[in-house]
């Protein structure tokens, strides 16, 4: 009998393990708190078996207690080096004057993620998919030159899903573009509700794979893989940088894994985005050192990163802004998605979402909603690129703002937008702008 109950605890213990899937690294949390909830789990049985806690489990439940209290305050108590943390994110000291990107009407990201997904459920619907298949998490990237969204298709319903049942498509649309939103066949039998998920395929031939998000990327040739990131811990239990990839393919599940230095130029989220802005942010609220509580000279971004394209490649671009000056930016920021090498550019003025707010109070017609605003150079003068879409995400109009003078434009098309913001800032009188206090990014 005392077999079974070993043989029973063991199994109960395996099938959790395998279930939880804890990453075997000495510096994650969730591995100590996992293996801490399973002594106590075990003593609890033992004193409800025997009507009592014996004596002799006390010191098993201290052990359980400290090793849950390990992966609980190990994330508080470490990760204090902020030279760690500025090492991580590799900021440069100090920004230039120069360095926004000049604005290409072909290639400026108009289309939102919101819009995206109306216009590739549109697609969906044409083909009479939409009552068995919808549209999965849709992936922002580079393709043929040309920024893209691409979603998979999964199968509609949870028991489906779970099965594993397989998909026949995935759609994508240009980001300036959504005209050119298309269905491509192919057979996609892996996805990320399965039974057994993406992190568990790859968990399964290495625990020690710390994978820190999956996007559905396509290779040069337009084959769809899914794509993990593989991280680690790089200041005490926080402080996550990439350490290489996982290639899934998306019909066979055959894996192929990267060093950092060896993930394909197509893989565009190699240093996921959520990832760089958690970075920044991090660097920017301790940038004073870790014990200095005053927002003076603290930044962080002022609105989400945003993937744009130019010098041939794909950049993550964002405004940073003082904490204690959150309605106005101070710098732009240009991270590179395939080295992670980072441009600081001076530039103050107005928020991405006060430019939103403008351009939609002065719309053609009420309710439209502008996407992400995007800072290039146009004319030689730093400004906002965005379009104004309706609720059925058509978009309806384009705008244009000064960054610093917050003179607008808007027309039905970027062209005629372009020609009359040109027209009104020749126009402008000047007028003195008083200069914003710089941040302090002594480092």
Same mark, same amino acid.
């Given at each position: ?33 996992? %293996?801490?909830?399973? #002594?106590?789990?075990?003593? +609890?049985? @033992?004193?409800?078996?025997? /009507? $009592? !806690? ?56 108009? %289309?939102?993620?919101? #819009?995206?997904?109306?216009? +590739?459920? @549109?697609?969906?619907?044409? /083909? $009479? !998919? ?314």
């Amino acid at each position: 009998m005392k077999f079974v109950e070993i043989g029973l605890k063991a199994l109960a213990g395996l099938l959790a393990f395998f279930y939880i899937q804890p990453v075997l690294v000495w510096n994650n949390p969730n591995l100590y708190f996992f %293996v801490g909830m399973l #002594v106590v789990a075990n003593q +609890m049985l @033992r004193s409800i078996q025997h /009507a $009592g !806690l014996e004596p002799s489990q006390v010191l098993p439940y201290g052990v359980g207690i400290a090793v849950i209290a390990l992966g609980l305050l190990g994330p508080v108590f470490s990760g204090f080096s902020v030279e760690e943390r500025i090492k991580v994110l590799g900021l440069p000291g100090s920004p230039t004057p120069a360095g926004l990107p000049v604005l290409d009407e072909h290639t400026v990201p108009l %289309v939102s993620r919101e #819009v995206a997904i109306k216009a +590739m459920q @549109r697609k969906l619907e044409d /083909a $009479g !998919l939409s009552m068995q298949f919808k549209l999965g998490s849709p992936v922002k990237q580079v393709y043929q030159h040309r920024l893209v969204w691409v979603a998979p298709l999964a199968a509609r319903g949870y028991v489906k899903a779970f099965l594993g049942a397989p998909a026949p498509a995935y759609a994508i649309v240009a980001a300036n573009d959504t005209s050119t939103a298309r269905l491509v066949n192919i057979d996609i039998n892996v996805n990320d509700r399965t039974l057994v998920d993406l992190d568990a395929r790859v968990w399964f031939k290495n625990p020690t794979s710390d994978v820190y998000g999956w996007y559905f990327e396509l290779d040069d040739s337009g084959r769809p893989h899914w794509i993990g990131i593989l991280a680690q811990r790089e200041v005490g239990f926080r402080g996550y940088d990439v350490v290489g990839a996982v290639a899934l393919d998306v019909t066979t599940a055959k894996q192929t894994h990267y060093s950092r230095n060896e993930v394909p130029q197509w893989v565009n989220n190699k240093f996921p985005m959520e990832m760089v802005a958690r970075q920044i942010n991090a660097v920017g609220d301790t940038v004073n050192g870790l014990f200095k509580f005053s927002d003076a000279g603290k930044f962080e971004l002022s609105s989400p990163l945003n993937m744009v394209y130019f010098e041939d490649r794909a950049w993550y671009l964002g405004t940073l802004s003082s904490v204690d000056k959150p309605d106005s930016i101070q710098e732009v920021v240009l991270v590179d998605t395939q080295t992670k090498a980072i441009r600081r550019i001076a530039l103050q003025g107005i928020t991405d979402a006060a430019a939103a707010r403008l351009l939609e109070a002065n719309g053609p017609v009420k309710g439209l909603r502008a996407s992400n605003p995007v800072p290039y150079m146009v004319g030689g003068t730093p400004a906002y690129v965005a379009s104004l879409a309706d609720d059925e995400g058509e978009l309806r109009a384009y705008g244009v703002v000064s960054v610093k003078q917050g003179v607008f434009a808007v027309g039905d098309t970027l062209h005629s937008a372009l020609r009359e913001f040109a027209w009104k800032e020749h126009r402008q009188m000047a007028q003195p702008t008083p200069e914003l206090p710089p941040m302090s990014f002594d480092l």
